[in-house]
């Protein structure tokens, strides 16, 4: 494996594993970067949240990394726009996220791009599961105002 997959290692204890299955399941990835360079990754699977407030028709993030070096460059904004436009493009209603809440900086980020929080993972794993929702029209209660039209649906929403 490469050096950036240390540390998704660290916060894995069952990475290989969870990389075969991906591997096997030919998950959705985005790379920023390529060979012994990767710098930046997120990969998608199609499954509903496991907890309420999204529809079933939605994109879990399963792993989304900067590497520590090439963080504080915006890489995590271009990789989540990417991903936004990637995830509207499988035709999916709402996406999520699980987090441990100790990743602040990535909490921060996901949510200034509209991802709201949706409680505790369930189960014992103490992370917390972040939402978006894509689509309007499935939203209970959309902005009336232009930034909160914006920053709800976006990036990549039109009227």
């Known amino acids: 494996m490469q050096p950036f997959f240390d540390s998704l290692r660290a916060d894995y204890g069952d990475f290989s594993l969870w990389w075969e299955k991906v591997v096997a399941q030919r998950r959705t990835c985005l790379v920023i970067g390529e060979g012994k360079e990767i710098r930046g990754l997120a990969v998608l699977d199609r499954q509903g949240p496991e907890v309420s407030g999204l529809t079933v028709n939605s994109v879990k993030i399963c792993t989304f990394k900067i590497a520590e070096a090439n963080q504080g460059k915006k890489l995590g904004e271009t990789l989540l726009e990417a991903v936004i436009a990637r995830i509207r493009s499988m035709q999916a209603d709402t996406c999520f996220i699980e987090a441990s809440p100790d990743k602040e900086p990535l909490l921060a980020m996901l949510r200034e791009f509209g991802f709201f929080d949706l409680g505790a993972k369930p189960g014992a ?24 039209y914006n920053k709800r649906y976006g990036p990549g929403r039109r009227c």
């Open 125 to 148: 794993s103490g992370q917390i599961v972040l939402g978006k929702v894509l689509e309007p029209s499935v939203d209970k209660e959309p902005p009336g105002d232009p930034l909160g």
